[in-house]
């Protein structure tokens, strides 16, 4: 099959140009009209699938739920918004439903469903700080383990690829080493980290930072904190949430513009009740309020919880209101979330050789065609 547009996004860059889709892979790409294409999406813009790395749930469903069909309710519906990999996210809870949620996303991992692909699993807590701990459960936070994490990364089938956890608690960095050695990427949030811990757990193998600006210690001039370490530390990845209430737009150009092309995550960290109207709803056996600005807030409280934005939304955020260049925007939902967690060798760039993983926006970033390894899995 060929597919082709006078604007792909190829290098950095958008181009006309065609590209040849075989057996799952970008076969070849051509200059446009070279030869006869399947589909001419005209001047629509052909891009890269977008890979979110920190998705607690959405439609209803939650990954803690433990739900094989309500995963998969998820992954079918995450293409509408142009979303082709993603990690299912868990929130700190009991030892036993963190168990039951990470033997159910790898199960459903091995299952052929036509939607977004899971590339793994985001382990958020329960490592962390309790005075940091927003809307996670306080009772279920607990003290770094290494033998712990194990049990965990056994009912995972070795599928977690990333874990978020204030570094300052995990002793001589032992759970930090041991998941650099995996090449499972330790995020640093819900923590009370100062700049120079920070730095030392980066140095011992820490190498990205969850939604930063929430969760963790802020900036000023004489205490840098954790947030002050993701401006500086330019190697180290930084989550950022996208839609204007867990950050304002300015400290998100600032973040972003500081950390360069290649550094920026955009994620959602969306809740189940994305996709749901605004109202009162319950989580994890906590009441949230979803706003009329689309956030979630524990309810009485001011206490974000979540989210419920969209990729393509918070693309079209980054570059309209944060103003941010396009590249470091689509970057940040493409290919360095596949470098972040290590996919980089075949997702997160239209490229010969690389998953035919791709996304039509039209100009206001509304999703027209999504693939999924060479398979159109949505078309409004």
């Known amino acids: 099959m060929i597919i082709q547009s006078k604007r792909v996004w190829l290098t950095g860059q958008f181009v006309p140009a065609q590209l040849e889709i075989k057996e799952h892979k970008i076969h070849a790409i051509h200059p446009y009209d070279e030869f006869p294409s399947d589909v001419d999406y005209q001047d629509k813009r052909i891009v890269p699938g977008f890979i979110d790395v ?129 090449n499972i990427t330790v995020s640093m949030g819900h923590s009370a980290a100062s700049f120079d811990q920070a730095l030392i757990a980066a140095a011992n193998g820490a190498r990205s930072m969850t939604h930063v600006f929430n969760g963790m210690t802020g900036i000023h001039h004489r205490h840098f904190g954790l947030a002050g370490a993701a401006h500086r530390l330019a190697g180290v990845y930084g989550e950022i949430i996208g839609d204007g209430n867990h950050v304002i737009w300015p400290a998100i150009h600032t973040l972003m513009m500081s950390k360069g092309k290649y550094h920026n995550v955009l994620i959602t960290d969306s809740l189940n009740v994305k996709g749901s109207k605004a109202g009162i709803y319950e989580l994890g056996g906590q009441k949230i309020e979803v706003r009329s600005n689309g956030s979630a807030y524990i309810v009485g409280t001011d206490t974000l919880s979540g989210s419920t934005l969209k990729v393509n939304i918070g693309i079209k955020n980054l570059v309209e209101k944060a103003e941010v260049p396009f590249e470091y925007a689509i970057n940040a939902a493409t290919i360095n979330p596949a470098s972040m967690i290590y996919i980089d060798d075949r997702k997160g760039k239209l490229q010969v050789g690389y998953d035919a993983d791709i996304v039509v926006l039209d100009d206001n970033y509304d999703v027209l065609s999504t693939y999924v390894l060479g398979e159109v899995v949505y078309q409004p």
């Open 54 to 182: 920190h998705i607690h749930g959405a439609y209803g469903v939650d990954t803690n739920d433990a739900d094989a069909e309500g995963l998969k309710k998820i992954m079918r519906g995450l293409v509408q918004e142009g979303v082709t990999s993603f990690c299912p996210t868990t929130v700190t809870q009991s030892h036993d439903v963190l168990i039951a949620a990470l033997k159910n996303v790898a199960e459903v991992a091995k299952e052929d469903v036509k939607g977004t692909q899971i590339v793994g699993i985001h382990f958020e807590g329960p490592f962390l700080d309790e005075q940091y701990k927003g809307a996670q459960p306080l009772q279920f936070i607990t003290k770094p383990s290494l033998s712990l994490f194990k049990e965990y990364e056994e009912a995972s089938g070795n599928l977690i690829k990333i874990i978020t956890m204030a570094p300052e608690k995990d002793e001589d960095y032992e759970l930090i080493k041991y998941c650099a050695s995996k």
